[in-house]
């Protein structure tokens, strides 16, 4: 869903088509992750530039349940159950008068690999990572404030690094490779939500 801080307009994806899941040479991809499949969006959608951030859920949710509050208030929003963020976008639709939601995680991985079909968003290599990613190697063991490393190839960021993202999608073990090649998403109540961060 689009971020609803005005200075931090939300991105239109346009429909298309894109290999999803772990490329071959990916040796530490999991069996989760596998096997790559071509799934079409056929739907435009937009998507917000940056996380959510603390000051954001703390203006419209009046309190902020980050554990990591001392990487500032522009640091994204986390320890954020998947029912939170529901309440959250309820909240935000009834303020703004418009539907949100979270991306389904076809929606989430086409806009996180913004066209490309790499191990990592800097290539095959990880020597670059770090310029669009907070991880273990740079962050410090803590959040950073959105938007300070490079974005994705549509103008993301952060869609990777920094905190795990909720999608839409409930969990399952085979609907990964059994899905519908178009606009796949698996809702069953009472399974794990996913929540992604692809290098």
């Known amino acids: 869903f689009p971020s609803h801080d005005r200075a931090l307009p939300p991105l239109l994806a346009e429909e298309g088509e894109f290999m999803m899941g772990a490329v071959p040479q990916d040796e530490h991809a999991g069996d989760r992750e596998k096997p790559q499949h071509l799934v079409r969006i056929t739907s435009p959608f937009y998507i917000g530039k940056y996380p959510v951030t603390q000051e954001e859920w703390q203006k419209l949710m009046g309190k902020n349940p980050s554990k990591f509050q001392d990487a500032g208030r522009r640091a994204p929003v986390e320890s ?4 939170d963020s ?5 909240k935000l639709s009834k303020k703004d008068g418009k539907l949100y939601r979270l991306p389904t995680e076809a929606e989430w991985e086409y806009a996180a690999r913004s066209g490309m ?3 990592f968003i800097s290539g095959n290599s990880d020597n670059n990572l770090n310029d669009f990613a907070w991880d273990f190697r740079n962050s410090g063991s803590t959040t950073h404030p959105v938007g300070e490393l490079k974005p994705n190839l549509w103008g993301l960021y952060d869609m990777i690094g920094n905190i795990l993202e909720w999608c839409e999608d409930s969990y399952s073990e ?5 899905s519908p090649s178009s606009d ?3 809702k069953e109540e009472f399974n794990g939500r996913i929540d992604r961060a692809v290098s």
């Open 174 to 178: 085979d609907y990964y490779s059994k």
């Open 184 to 186: 796949p998403l698996f």
């Open 80 to 83: 954020v159950s998947w029912i």
């Open 117 to 119: 079909n790499s191990v």
């Open 86 to 90: 529901q309440e959250f976008i309820k």
